[in-house]
């Protein structure tokens, strides 16, 4: 085992308190507004691994092999506390030891009714369910800080929502999980707005919006802690395509936000603690050109920045490296090589591995390994120079 040298601003067991234990798998049951595909699911189960401290996390048996637990000591991280799954019914048996040895569940997703452990979990679902409804964000961020919206049955689209002047963005209401920008619609016409209403078809409800003409997308995340206390830990600007599909993040000095939109962040997480929420809290904020700061989307959970923002001023003074791109990765080959590859690409100083996962054996069914983590460079031009380094040794960087 090698020395941990790249440290955390904080780690998650400090964030939640002792005795708990993270499980990232959203149920297959309710997740219609997540991914589908299978192995990015099993991605999101490593995402926190860098920075989870003593917490043990329930983590896909793809993500947590021995060559990828020995990449991130390699990289400088602590040894995570793994509960390795093959499938779903292990899945569950790692769920139920730990509440055999006395840990509650930190759930990344809310789970589905039939599903749900009474007192099992550190909060109650129903909350998680009710802060991360976009139909409710109006009762927890002030009028002035968000963009003009409205609530309506999604039958009502085709005939209500205005799309002469600009884009209206369309967003499901729902209690079930949501991520990555799979519950959002972008419309830039009528027939947009009727696809729309088919995709929102089984939610009761849709959030109407007002377009914002962004010179910055941001998330702030947050901290807060079990005590009550609460920690800013930084902003990443977020890379989306024009659907609104998201690919990863900038850290560096021009993703840092403003202090009035950090003082916006703060109301909402005293509002989160005072529900009854404690860990960590994404807020998706909109920098436009005239200044004006408005937050289009809360994440009660876990963020894909979080683990980099944790991170961000270790890796900074330990590579010498101020700007970063969090990305998502595939690779040609097999993953073997793949994890050849990435030692290579960290010896040249040009990429930080923070997952990696191993596709299952399908038969019929070919796919190709994955990573994710930073990029490297002293501003974003040089990096996005390294991004094509890295495809030139096998390694694509996913991007809009």
Same mark, same amino acid.
């Given at each position: 085992?090698?020395?941990?040298?790249?440290?955390?601003?904080?780690?998650?067991?400090?964030?939640?308190?002792?005795?708990?234990?993270?499980?990232? =798998?959203?149920? &297959?049951?309710? +997740?219609?507004?997540?991914?589908?595909?299978?192995? @990015?699911? #099993?991605?999101?189960? %490593? /995402?926190?691994?860098?920075?989870?401290?003593?917490?043990?996390?329930?983590?896909?048996?793809?993500?947590?092999?021995?060559?990828?637990?020995?990449?991130?000591?390699?990289?400088?991280?602590?040894?995570?506390?793994?509960?390795?799954?093959?499938?779903?019914?292990?899945?569950?048996?790692?769920?139920?030891?730990?509440?055999?040895?006395?840990?509650?569940?930190?759930?990344?997703?809310?789970?589905?009714?039939?599903?749900?452990?009474?007192?099992?979990?550190?909060?109650?679902?129903?909350?998680?369910?009710?802060?991360?409804?976009?139909?409710?964000?109006?009762?927890?961020?002030?009028?002035?800080?968000?963009?003009?919206?409205?609530?309506?049955?999604?039958?009502?689209?085709? =005939?209500?929502? &205005?799309?002469? +002047?600009?884009?209206?963005?369309?967003?499901?209401? @729902?209690? #079930?999980?949501?991520? %990555? /920008?799979?519950?959002?619609?972008?419309?830039?016409?009528?027939?947009?707005?009727?696809?729309?209403?088919?995709?929102?078809?089984?939610?009761?409800?849709?959030?109407?919006?007002?377009?914002?003409?962004?010179?910055?997308?941001?998330?702030?995340?947050?901290?807060?802690?079990?005590?009550?206390?609460?920690?800013?830990?930084?902003?990443?600007?977020?890379?989306?395509?024009?659907?609104?599909?998201?690919?990863?993040?900038?850290?560096?000095?021009?993703?840092?936000?403003?202090?009035?939109?950090?003082?916006?962040?703060?109301?909402?997480?005293?509002?989160?603690?005072?529900?009854?929420?404690?860990?960590?809290?994404?807020?998706?904020?909109?920098?436009?050109?005239?200044?004006?700061?408005?937050?289009?989307?809360?994440?009660?959970?876990?963020?894909?920045?979080?683990?980099?923002?944790?991170?961000?001023?270790?890796?900074?003074?330990?590579?010498?490296?101020?700007?970063?791109?969090?990305?998502?990765?595939?690779?040609?080959?097999?993953?073997?090589?793949?994890?050849?590859?990435?030692?290579?690409?960290?010896?040249?100083?040009?990429?930080?591995?923070?997952?990696?996962?191993?596709?299952?054996?399908?038969?019929?069914?070919?796919?190709?390994?994955?990573?994710?983590?930073?990029?490297?460079?002293?501003?974003?031009?040089?990096?996005?120079?390294?991004?094509?380094?890295?495809?030139?040794?096998?390694?694509?960087?996913?991007?809009?």
């Amino acid at each position: 085992m090698t020395t941990a040298y790249l440290y955390p601003k904080i780690t998650l067991d400090k964030i939640y308190g002792s005795g708990l234990g993270l499980c990232p =798998r959203p149920s &297959p049951k309710a +997740s219609t507004w997540l991914p589908q595909d299978p192995l @990015t699911l #099993e991605m999101l189960t %490593g /995402g926190m691994l860098s920075v989870a401290g003593d917490m043990p996390v329930v983590c896909a048996a793809g993500v947590a092999t021995t060559a990828g637990i020995r990449l991130l000591e390699d990289a400088g991280f602590a040894s995570p506390k793994v509960k390795r799954y093959n499938d779903g019914n292990e899945h569950d048996r790692q769920l139920s030891h730990l509440l055999h040895q006395g840990f509650k569940i930190v759930l990344q997703h809310t789970p589905h009714p039939s599903e749900n452990i009474p007192g099992a979990y550190w909060i109650k679902p129903s909350l998680l369910s009710f802060l991360n409804n976009k139909g409710n964000l109006a009762q927890m961020v002030e009028p002035a800080n968000l963009p003009s919206r409205r609530i309506l049955p999604p039958e009502q689209l085709g =005939r209500s929502v &205005p799309t002469s +002047s600009k884009p209206a963005v369309i967003k499901a209401a @729902t209690a #079930e999980s949501t991520g %990555g /920008g799979f519950d959002v619609v972008i419309c830039r016409s009528i027939d947009d707005l009727r696809s729309a209403e088919t995709l929102f078809r089984h939610c009761p409800q849709v959030v109407a919006e007002e377009y914002l003409t962004m010179d910055r997308n941001l998330c702030l995340n947050y901290a807060i802690m079990h005590t009550g206390q609460i920690v800013y830990l930084g902003s990443a600007e977020q890379i989306t395509d024009p659907c609104g599909k998201y690919y990863g993040n900038w850290i560096d000095t021009d993703s840092q936000a403003p202090s009035a939109a950090i003082e916006m962040g703060m109301q909402v997480a005293r509002k989160g603690f005072a529900k009854g929420y404690w860990g960590i809290l994404g807020i998706d904020m909109a920098v436009l050109e005239d200044k004006r700061i408005f937050i289009f989307d809360l994440n009660f959970r876990l963020n894909g920045s979080t683990a980099a923002l944790i991170l961000a001023d270790s890796i900074a003074r330990t590579h010498g490296q101020p700007a970063m791109r969090l990305t998502n990765i595939r690779a040609r080959g097999s993953y073997r090589e793949m994890i050849a590859t990435l030692y290579m690409a960290m010896d040249r100083g040009l990429f930080l591995p923070l997952t990696s996962c191993a596709p299952r054996p399908a038969k019929n069914i070919p796919d190709r390994p994955r990573a994710s983590g930073l990029v490297l460079g002293s501003s974003r031009c040089q990096i996005m120079e390294r991004c094509q380094e890295l495809e030139s040794l096998g390694l694509e960087t996913l991007r809009p």
